[in-house]
């Protein structure tokens, strides 16, 4: 007994090998399974979008605006980035919802969220059908077995098919598709094919309209699959056309090369899918990348030895880093390619809208069914990749217009204010938004021009735009929200949003908001600009005596500080420059990822050096700061930063970093020993003059409460030593100024106590941390001090909420002109 046992454990082994051997020899990287395992894990607890009784069904749409199916698969990481708000509905098809993950006894669990009602309402309002995505990968031994089993077990094979057919019914969803990658050589041909056959049978049977599908490698490297008895057998085969070349690659190279080398997507559909193409077209979707991959070279030439491999990059991240460092192409591949340096060559090989198209027009010649995409949600908020589908699919609309880019905002007079940006691809012109808040929008006019004067508008006051192209077809998306005050007052103050991600985080795009209010309360004018239009030099840093640089969580996707980035704000602060900048995750990227030249700028120029992507190590712990004694930030007390919950984005993983030796550490975090601030003053590596910095790896606009926040900007401010005032000619002598505000914070009423240098009529103002006017009236001044009692009442009598606010006093000089004084308060109910 104890023989045959050992025999029949022998035996168990000897079959693992088997199984684990053949699918080794398939060569097959399965990049759905990686993205999942990358990407699909610790996201947010999503709150369920509705209920299966909310879902509608698919709704018929008289007009049919496309010439072939658009077939994308949808990930539930990117359904948790919200990236379904930003798609076109009408030039999509089909959206599959991954992943839908199956087990060996056949039970199905659901994707993160699910059900996504929204998702499917919205889908089906369009006429897109949504398809159920099954997935199960054989990336072990075990779990190749596993596939086995659930395709060979007449009990895991009814469970499935009754299990995919209930989820089907109870969501009313249009179809599944099938996603089991990585089979073992013996089940890739009459396996599968009887596995999909029954499959289909029976979807059909019990759901008329339904539809059957699987994605097929895009190369059989093991010549185990039977792929045309596979296509037979379902309603459609989606390619999975790319992975080429990624982590495991020795050179850099193509993810989908359309021609070049002994493989390529025209090689499998002459050769893999020779009978399919030829006997079942309409069968084929041809499936295609939305990413690429990112390597550490040899050098900086095509098909490089590659050093290390950094990952895949989505083309949200590609396009735009393309347009930072310049587009090559491959003519052997008919694919686009980036290469820069750090300090360390890199290269960035993805599909754009010109490569994409070559491979559309393939699809078109072999007249399959249509194309799709890994995966939606990748291309962000770009409209490139749309405007292809446009150009190719409907018959020749003209596409809606890409989204304004290198916007800034300048002071052009006393009442006036300069708007430009980059002219728009298909673009008759742009639309402008205006706002006294920054969330409230209202039409500031229609321009064919690039460029806008925006008049009649309050010296006194800070005004919010941004922009948008239009055509024919449709509107873009609107850029980042920008602002200014009007004035005559030379250049001081420029304000850069360098924070352009929107994956894995919350950017609303309006967080300048955040930083206006505190440079209105110490009467600072300023301009502010897109880190595009700063390293594209349409603005230099150089006009300004303070910059302010806005990086939120921006990381290594969008990158911190580009090449070009860090040589303008080199130059700038050897030129004794000012810099106050803010951002969680600029540490990890240019030191933790960076090249050599990155780490020389983060030391040299961020005065830093980079402990660890989070205080002690630990995401998601650490929410509060305070500060350190001797510093700009001495008694400032523990504050909070925002978890999530305060209405800007989770700071999870703020940076811990050190001051260098001649810089000061200026915060630390609140219950343990690693700082999150520094403060440097003297000439910068290269410089001769003296300059001046602030690094948090906090966003100063996640910051709460309000009052903190403006008492941090009023210190960096003081540290930076400059007068720049709203008013040119408001300089505040001892004759005319504010003796005290009390109490303050107070309830229900506080004093104003000032001086005045005669008598005369004044003019009293309040403002809430929005802008907004609150008390406004006219009072006559004795000569000598005076005082002003506010009651915490509106102009219409009604009680003002708690919150900070801010009062300014105007003066009428006969000898001198007009004269303000500025303060603030806080209301506590």
């Known amino acids: 007994m104890k023989k045959k046992y050992n025999l029949i454990i022998v035996l168990a082994v000897i079959v693992s090998l088997l199984f684990l051997?053949?699918?080794?020899?398939?060569?097959?990287?399965?990049?759905?399974?990686?993205?999942?395992?990358?990407?699909?894990?610790?996201?947010?607890?999503?709150?369920?979008?509705?209920?299966?009784?909310?879902?509608?069904?698919?709704?018929?749409?008289?007009?049919?605006?496309?010439?072939?199916?658009?077939?994308?698969?949808?990930?539930?990481?990117?359904?948790?980035?919200?990236?379904?708000?930003?798609?076109?509905?009408?030039?999509?098809?089909?959206?599959?919802?991954?992943?839908?993950?199956?087990?060996?006894?056949?039970?199905?669990?659901?994707?993160?969220?699910?059900?996504?009602?929204?998702?499917?309402?919205?889908?089906?309002?369009?006429?897109?059908?949504?398809?159920?995505?099954?997935?199960?990968?054989?990336?072990?031994?075990?779990?190749?077995?596993?596939?086995?089993?659930?395709?060979?077990?007449?009990t895991a094979i009814e469970n499935f098919y009754s299990n995919a057919i209930t989820k089907i019914k109870q969501y009313k969803l249009d179809g599944i598709n099938v996603d089991f990658e990585a089979l073992a050589d013996a089940d890739a041909g009459s396996v599968v094919v009887q596995f999909m056959k029954g499959l289909t049978e029976r979807v059909h049977a019990e759901i008329p309209g339904a539809e059957v599908s699987f994605a097929t490698p895009v190369i059989d490297w093991s010549g185990a699959w039977d792929l045309t008895g596979l296509t037979d057998a379902c309603d459609y085969v989606f390619i999975m056309a790319y992975a080429f070349s990624g982590a495991w690659s020795n050179y850099s190279g193509p993810n989908a090369p359309l021609t070049g080398g002994s493989r390529n997507l025209t090689t499998a559909l002459n050769n893999e899918y020779k009978t399919a193409v030829a006997t079942m077209p309409e069968k084929i979707i041809l499936g295609l990348p939305y990413y690429g991959h990112q390597w550490k070279t040899s050098t900086a030439s095509a098909y490089s030895p590659t050093l290390s491999s950094i990952g895949s990059k989505f083309f949200r991240d590609a396009e735009a880093l393309s347009k930072t460092y310049g587009l090559k192409w491959d003519n052997q591949s008919q694919t686009p390619w980036i290469a820069w340096n750090n300090g360390d060559w890199n290269q960035i090989w993805y599909d754009n809208?010109?490569?994409?198209?070559?491979?559309?027009?393939?699809?078109?010649?072999?007249?399959?069914?249509?194309?799709?995409?890994?995966?939606?949600?990748?291309?962000?908020?770009?409209?490139?990749?749309?405007?292809?589908?446009?150009?190719?699919?409907?018959?020749?609309?003209?596409?809606?217009?890409?989204?304004?880019?290198?916007?800034?905002?300048?002071?052009?007079?006393?009442?006036?204010?300069?708007?430009?940006?980059?002219?728009?691809?298909?673009?008759?012109?742009?639309?402008?938004?205006?706002?006294?808040?920054?969330?409230?929008?209202?039409?500031?006019?229609?321009?064919?021009?690039?460029?806008?004067?925006?008049?009649?508008?309050?010296?006194?006051?800070?005004?919010?735009?941004?922009?948008?192209?239009?055509?024919?077809?449709?509107?873009?998306?609107?850029?980042?929200?920008?602002?200014?005050?009007?004035?005559?007052?030379?250049?001081?103050?420029?304000?850069?949003?360098?924070?352009d991600r929107i994956s894995g985080t919350t950017n609303t795009l309006d967080y300048i908001i955040k930083y206006v209010n505190p440079l209105m309360l110490n009467n600072y004018r300023f301009d502010s600009a897109s880190n595009e239009a700063v390293f594209n030099n349409k603005i230099s840093l150089t006009d300004y005596e303070i910059v302010i640089w806005i990086l939120g969580d921006e990381s290594t996707s969008d990158e911190t500080f580009n090449v070009f980035e860090q040589g303008i704000v080199k130059t700038y602060l050897q030129n004794g420059g000012k810099l106050f900048v803010t951002g969680s995750e600029i540490g990890w990227d240019l030191y933790a990822k960076g090249g050599s030249d990155d780490k020389i700028f983060y030391s040299d120029f961020l005065q830093a050096s980079y402990i660890d992507d989070a205080p002690g190590g630990q995401s998601g712990k650490y929410y509060s700061a305070e500060g350190m004694p001797n510093t700009i930030f001495d008694g400032l007390t523990s504050f909070n930063f925002d978890n999530g919950a305060q209405g800007t984005f989770d700071v999870d993983w703020p940076d811990a970093i050190n001051a260098r030796p001649d810089a000061k550490n200026i915060l630390k975090f609140t219950g343990i020993s690693n700082y999150a601030g520094i403060s440097y003053e003297g000439t910068f590596n290269g410089g001769n003059k003296t300059g001046k910095l602030v690094y948090l790896s906090i966003p100063f606009e996640t910051i709460y409460p309000d009052n903190i926040r403006m008492e941090i900007l009023t210190r960096v401010l003081n540290f930076f030593k400059t007068a720049v005032s709203v008013k040119d000619d408001a300089v505040t002598a001892d004759q005319f100024k504010i003796l005290s505000n009390y109490p303050n914070p107070f309830n229900p009423e506080t004093n104003i106590v000032f001086n005045s240098p005669e008598q005369t009529s004044i003019i009293f103002q309040i403002y809430n941390s929005l802008g907004q006017l609150v008390f406004n009236k006219d009072y006559e001044a004795d000569s000598g001090i005076n005082k002003i009692v506010w009651n915490g009442e509106d102009i219409n009598g009604i009680q003002a909420a708690s919150g900070t606010y801010f009062y300014s006093i105007k003066l009428n000089d006969y000898n001198s002109g007009v004269k303000y004084l500025y303060g603030k308060m806080m209301l506590l109910r």
């Open 353 to 499: 809208d010109s490569s994409l198209g070559l491979r559309y027009d393939l699809a078109v010649a072999k007249n399959l069914k249509g194309i799709g995409m890994w995966a939606l949600g990748y291309d962000g908020q770009r409209q490139e990749l749309w405007n292809l589908i446009t150009r190719k699919f409907t018959g020749g609309l003209i596409p809606v217009p890409v989204k304004p880019e290198e916007f800034y905002v300048t002071r052009s007079t006393e009442q006036s204010l300069d708007l430009n940006f980059s002219i728009s691809q298909y673009s008759n012109g742009y639309t402008f938004s205006r706002s006294t808040d920054g969330k409230n929008f209202k039409n500031g006019g229609i321009s064919t021009n690039n460029n806008f004067n925006m008049s009649n508008l309050s010296s006194d006051s800070a005004y919010y735009f941004k922009v948008a192209a239009f055509n024919n077809t449709g509107v873009s998306s609107s850029t980042e929200v920008l602002a200014s005050v009007p004035g005559y007052t030379a250049n001081k103050i420029l304000i850069i949003n360098g924070f």
């Open 21 to 154: 051997s053949s699918v080794s020899a398939q060569n097959f990287f399965s990049v759905h399974q990686n993205h999942k395992e990358l990407y699909g894990k610790n996201l947010p607890k999503l709150k369920q979008a509705g209920n299966a009784e909310d879902i509608i069904p698919l709704q018929n749409v008289s007009e049919e605006k496309l010439t072939r199916a658009v077939f994308g698969y949808l990930p539930d990481w990117e359904y948790a980035n919200n990236s379904h708000n930003y798609f076109h509905y009408d030039l999509l098809t089909h959206i599959a919802c991954f992943d839908f993950s199956v087990s060996k006894t056949g039970s199905i669990s659901d994707p993160a969220g699910w059900p996504w009602t929204d998702l499917i309402n919205t889908a089906h309002t369009n006429g897109v059908k949504v398809i159920l995505t099954a997935v199960k990968f054989g990336s072990s031994a075990s779990e190749v077995q596993d596939l086995h089993y659930l395709m060979t077990d007449q």
